[in-house]
């Protein structure tokens, strides 16, 4: 059994609404110690990127191990603003001048995407906000297979590539940041920093500080943390910039799962049934990426498996939308859903929450918080109908 698989084991899916996302405390904190620990040995800071997960109820659990939060848009950089502690850094590919005014009083730091950025808005910055202003650098070192995942593929609107970027370019830039990895290990991150190096190095005299953005399972067991803090304490040594890094998936890895019912079953060319979740709706990156996410007490099949006439233990799930490609996955079962069952969808607190629409009125899955270790629970969020209808007119 995987780590989600033996706490979520012990969960009740029956103690909370159906569609529930449910976080487990106890796993989050012990992330969050994995990250303080990185943060400490390596001296560098760490901030929870919250585009993948910026449930602020856990606040005060973040604000206890991490320095802050990082931004990709106002709203975000407001709500690391309002509701955690510690610096925001706000990263906005397509700033505008309504927003200017208003992510300066919310950010300690504002990363600018391209140097047409940075001309068209340095003479907006207020000296009394105070923003250390950056520049997102490219670069051009790939190392995501997926084009969609890979800032750093032919055409990239993200960041400055070295070739265009020189010292008396820099002017107030006091920091660079740079976001090139996915669910990614060490190598990838070793190789990337030495891409980094070799690119933009003889600029790193100019800076002080540099955000080496996220994308890294740094709190999966199997992830090398000394590795990490002992070439993160070299980079510093060599380079004498302070060093933060922004891992979304990390912070919440593992760290919760997506409650479910059995809405329908039935079988037209296989067995399949329908859930009160759909992954277009409340975990559209089972569609994006795409990837089956692990269900508990079922064996996860190929996506493309076809169904299996004389299987009769394999059930295809899919959502409660009208669309034919809200599929979550393809499982074989010990005990088959019938109606009525609850089933869990593991690893679903990040880019799920976050990302979660009301397509075809679907209703969004409550938010409930529960602790593994002690067992306690509190549903602390159900959504009504207004929350549909207020985005609509
Ligand atoms: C700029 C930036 N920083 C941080 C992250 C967080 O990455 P992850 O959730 O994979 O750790 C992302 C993810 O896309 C990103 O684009």
Redesign the pocket.
Known sequence: MTETQTVFSEFDPTRVPSPCYVIDLATLEGNLRVLRRIADDADVRVLL?L??FACFEVAAIIDTYLDGT?A?GLWEARLGHDRFAGEVHA?LPGLKPDDMEEIQTYSNHLIFNSLNQWERFAPHLSASAGCKCGLRINPRHSEVEIAAYDPCAVWSRLGILAQDLSTDMLGQITGFHV?AL??QGYEPFDRLLAATESRFGHLFGDINWINL????LLTDREYPVERLTDRLRAFRQRWGLQVYL?????VALNAGALVTEVVDTGWNDGHFAVMDASATCHMPDVIEAPYTPDLLGAVRLDPITEPAEQDDRVFRLGGPTCLAGDIIGTYRFEDNPKTGDRLIILDQA?YTMVKSTTFNGTQLPAIALWNSRTDELSVIREFAYDTFESRLG
Do not use: F, W
């Open positions: 990127a585009k993948a990082a990709s990263y976001h996915c669910d953005g996220g994308g890294q922004e891992p979304g998936t990390a990040y």
